[in-house]
């Protein structure tokens, strides 16, 4: 394949843009080279601005689980501009999201739009903050949850108390009250709490992990979880902005039959425009402004465009539940695929799959946390990374991601992907 125009975009985009990119994983760092300008997508596939055709797995990170420009979802987006894109005053569109989103999740009666999974994660913990009084959360190693300072923190060898910041930037103020523990480790966590009794505001999890490539909980750590979080007064907060909308009508508290007590969505929730949302019982919602003290804000937020789509979006899931068997089907069929592939050449490798969302990573162990998933081949990675673009096909560009698959692909274009696989040298 030839990428002469994208590289050449690239060069010009450095020189306005740090590191000519408006989100880091955007530029290929971790597989080396540069990464590719799109001009335009359509269904499962992208084209880029060399005109090569490319079979998509990233999804736009996740929103786009119906394919890319899909009509219902276009169509409304147009029909909405023409009548004004912004207005700063209340609009029926938002409670009809709102109420449609509140059918299909377990566990919510009210929710707050916002314009990304990051304000929704943040928001999420100052109401959580408010509502129990607490100051303290705990979060997991390579969950990741937006880039809000409390959330940037990182294991260091030992740092089981207290997290230190992995940004700079980040306070050390702001990071101690961010506890780390470890996916998967549910005695770590009852220590955790043990140590800081009747601090703990909220413990944020990813409830499938998609951040260190997919990372499945065992039933035995997340209903854990749970039993601690009502035991001790802690609120449970499933980070679902990856997972809402996308393992299932009600996302992973569906999926995994686990109720939280606070959810934040993002990606599908928005249709592939910008929106992230909070949603909990109206007995914790009661406590964000106007209602309530904990204030909260957007001057874009519920943004008519934004709610067009995410609507046009969430009616059809609603409309087709069918879908998330589909492309459960089709993830376990591209699993089986790759497994058989990557068998006869003996390289070693665990794949992990829940639903839409899968990872391969190239280490003997199972991967069940940060520690496991770090310590996967790199330079084989790279290799796979970058010979399944030569034969047209688009992974996310870093082993800590997952693939989200979206409905649009066929079982020729999984077939493309395999064969993609086998002629790879590894
Ligand atoms: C993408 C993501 C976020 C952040 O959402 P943005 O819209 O990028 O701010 C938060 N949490 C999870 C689990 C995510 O996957």
Redesign the pocket.
Known sequence: MRYQRSSALFAEAKQYIPGGVNSPVRAFKAVGGDPIFVKKAEGAYLYDEDDNRLIDYIAS?GPLILGHAYEPVLNAVIDKAKKGTSFGMPTEIETQLAKLSVSMVPNIDKIRFVN???EA?MSAVRLARGYTGKDKIIKFAGC???HSDSFLIQAGSGAVTFGSPNSPGVTQGTAKDTLLAHYNDLEGVKKLVEANKGEIATIII?PVA??MGCIVPTDEFIKGLRDICTQEGILLLF?E??TGFRLAKGGAQEALGVDADIVTF??VIGGGLPV?AFAARSEIMGHLAPEGPVYQAGTLSGNPLAMSAGLAMLTELNNNAQIFQSLADKTEYLHKGLAKVLNKKGVPYQINRFGSMISVHFTDEPVVDFASSAKGNNATFKKYFHGMLDKGVYLPPSAFESYFLNDALSYDDLDETINAAKAIDL
């Open positions: 990170w990304s999974g990051t994660c990741y949850h937006g990813e998609g951040n980070d902005v990856m993002g990606k992230g």
